[in-house]
């Protein structure tokens, strides 16, 4: 049958398309910036840096209210202040006041993900992980077609702000599409309606909830490794590549192409095996194991043809979606506050944003170590996922993906 929420659903997913835009767009453009702006390169950095204060200032907050107002208003803030930090930044005369439209752009992405990954799992819910996954592979497609896009323009010597524009036009259409034919379910219905289901059988609620402390902090943790992870190495592959396995300076920027494509293809491949009952716990460890391993080929032997093909598995297994599956099982243990869990979740990431750089500015004269230090991180994922893997079979029995699918189902 098909979802009535299906339209809405592609919305939210163009969002994520202009959003992985946002996030590279004032990188892919720092020479421009930095000329009307009257600063350097090192100034626009400065600039980048205020989007993950911006998330931080809201998002768990946020990821709140949406459980108390429902997904949609906290999707349109998103989509509106996303609309002023890209109008701002291309009028903005100083540093100084295009540092206030980056913070915007950070709350932007903090009331998106509070609406959007919630709504997606109550829009499917017999679906979720694949719903929450599919969020990263349009991320990753604007990712990978913005560099091109400003190529073309940078070749003809084209105004820099037309890429501005084309998010700015997307962003309008699909506001405009929400506002007036935007369909989202009622906040947390679909963990409502499995209580009341139970309580009409006369049969005792399935146990559904962790601990808050101990299985939250789980993934509390869990989120700010995830995203330390594929962060770090995403920051550093090209100079990995360049300075430690001696490749070009063209080979080496490859690699974040190759790793670009793995996050792609494992959204495909997850959404494919998800259709053939594989659940979303059965994928966490095997991913987390994948990035553990791919990650310490490349430490211990540096060389151009395996930090090629590994960078294609850690975008696979690090950045193909692993973060939006830890959610989307964290929203099984606790499934009456997405909004809420959300919040949490991406907050812990936005956390490893901010500081994962601290750290690895301090040991940039030599890169080895830093990837030394991810092969740590990975690990420290590994044991994680294992601990809440083995949490969600104690808590919800060895039939939980069968049980949970059926529940589900039954809740669409």
Same mark, same amino acid.
């Given at each position: 049958?098909?979802?009535?929420?299906?339209?809405?659903?592609?919305?939210?997913?163009?969002?994520?398309?202009?959003?992985g835009m946002g996030v590279i767009i004032l990188a892919q453009n720092m020479d421009s910036l930095a000329k009307q702006w009257g600063t350097t390169t090192g100034g626009v950095a400065v600039v980048i840096s205020s989007l993950g204060i911006g998330r931080l200032i809201v998002l768990l907050v946020s990821g709140y209210l949406s459980d108390k107002f429902g997904r949609k208003p906290f999707v349109i803030l998103g989509v509106i202040t996303y609309l002023l930090f890209f109008v701002g930044i291309i009028m903005s005369p100083s540093i100084a006041v295009a540092y206030f439209f980056g913070i915007l752009a950070g709350i932007a992405n903090s009331f998106l993900d509070s609406g959007t990954y919630p709504a997606l799992m109550e829009m499917f819910p017999a679906e979720k992980g694949t719903a929450n996954v599919i969020i990263k592979a349009f991320i990753s497609v604007g990712q990978f077609g913005l560099p091109l896009l400003v190529s073309f323009l940078v070749a003809g010597n084209y105004w820099y702000g037309w890429s501005f524009i084309l998010c700015i036009v997307v962003l309008v259409v699909n506001l405009i599409f929400l506002l007036s034919a935007g369909k989202f379910p009622v906040a947390n219905q679909d963990a409502q309606v499995a209580e009341k289901a139970a309580a009409k059988t006369e049969a005792p609620a399935p146990k559904s909830k962790g601990s808050l402390w101990f299985d939250g902090t789980l993934f509390i943790l869990y989120g700010y490794v995830s995203q330390a992870?594929? @962060?770090? /190495?995403?920051?550093?592959?090209?100079?990995?590549? +360049?300075?430690?396995?001696?490749?070009?300076?063209?080979?080496?920027?490859?690699?974040?192409?190759? @790793?670009? /494509?793995?996050?792609?293809?494992?959204?495909?491949? +997850?959404?494919?095996?998800?259709?053939?009952?594989?659940?979303?716990?059965?994928?966490?460890g095997v991913y987390t194991l994948i990035s553990f391993l791919s990650l310490l080929l490349m430490y211990m032997f540096p060389t151009a043809i395996m930090c090629s093909i590994m960078s294609f598995v850690v975008g696979f297994s690090a950045a193909g979606g692993v973060m939006q599956l830890g959610l989307t099982i964290m929203s099984t243990f606790f499934p009456s506050g997405k909004g809420t869990i959300t919040g949490a979740f991406y907050t812990a990431g936005s956390i490893a944003s901010f500081t994962i750089p601290l750290v690895t500015g301090m040991m940039s004269t030599n890169l080895a170590k830093i990837f030394l230090f991810d092969v740590i991180i990975a690990l420290i994922g590994f044991i994680l996922a294992v601990i809440i893997t083995i949490r969600y079979y104690h808590l919800f029995g060895k039939n939980s993906s069968k049980g949970a699918a059926t529940d589900e189902a039954t809740s669409r």
């Amino acid at each position: 049958m098909k979802n009535k929420y299906m339209p809405t659903a592609i919305s939210l997913y163009m969002n994520y398309f202009i959003h992985g835009m946002g996030v590279i767009i004032l990188a892919q453009n720092m020479d421009s910036l930095a000329k009307q702006w009257g600063t350097t390169t090192g100034g626009v950095a400065v600039v980048i840096s205020s989007l993950g204060i911006g998330r931080l200032i809201v998002l768990l907050v946020s990821g709140y209210l949406s459980d108390k107002f429902g997904r949609k208003p906290f999707v349109i803030l998103g989509v509106i202040t996303y609309l002023l930090f890209f109008v701002g930044i291309i009028m903005s005369p100083s540093i100084a006041v295009a540092y206030f439209f980056g913070i915007l752009a950070g709350i932007a992405n903090s009331f998106l993900d509070s609406g959007t990954y919630p709504a997606l799992m109550e829009m499917f819910p017999a679906e979720k992980g694949t719903a929450n996954v599919i969020i990263k592979a349009f991320i990753s497609v604007g990712q990978f077609g913005l560099p091109l896009l400003v190529s073309f323009l940078v070749a003809g010597n084209y105004w820099y702000g037309w890429s501005f524009i084309l998010c700015i036009v997307v962003l309008v259409v699909n506001l405009i599409f929400l506002l007036s034919a935007g369909k989202f379910p009622v906040a947390n219905q679909d963990a409502q309606v499995a209580e009341k289901a139970a309580a009409k059988t006369e049969a005792p609620a399935p146990k559904s909830k962790g601990s808050l402390w101990f299985d939250g902090t789980l993934f509390i943790l869990y989120g700010y490794v995830s995203q330390a992870t594929f @962060y770090l /190495v995403s920051q550093w592959l090209s100079q990995y590549g +360049t300075k430690v396995a001696g490749m070009g300076d063209a080979s080496s920027r490859a690699l974040i192409s190759y @790793y670009s /494509v793995g996050s792609i293809v494992c959204v495909l491949v +997850t959404a494919a095996l998800a259709k053939r009952a594989v659940k979303e716990i059965q994928f966490l460890g095997v991913y987390t194991l994948i990035s553990f391993l791919s990650l310490l080929l490349m430490y211990m032997f540096p060389t151009a043809i395996m930090c090629s093909i590994m960078s294609f598995v850690v975008g696979f297994s690090a950045a193909g979606g692993v973060m939006q599956l830890g959610l989307t099982i964290m929203s099984t243990f606790f499934p009456s506050g997405k909004g809420t869990i959300t919040g949490a979740f991406y907050t812990a990431g936005s956390i490893a944003s901010f500081t994962i750089p601290l750290v690895t500015g301090m040991m940039s004269t030599n890169l080895a170590k830093i990837f030394l230090f991810d092969v740590i991180i990975a690990l420290i994922g590994f044991i994680l996922a294992v601990i809440i893997t083995i949490r969600y079979y104690h808590l919800f029995g060895k039939n939980s993906s069968k049980g949970a699918a059926t529940d589900e189902a039954t809740s669409r």
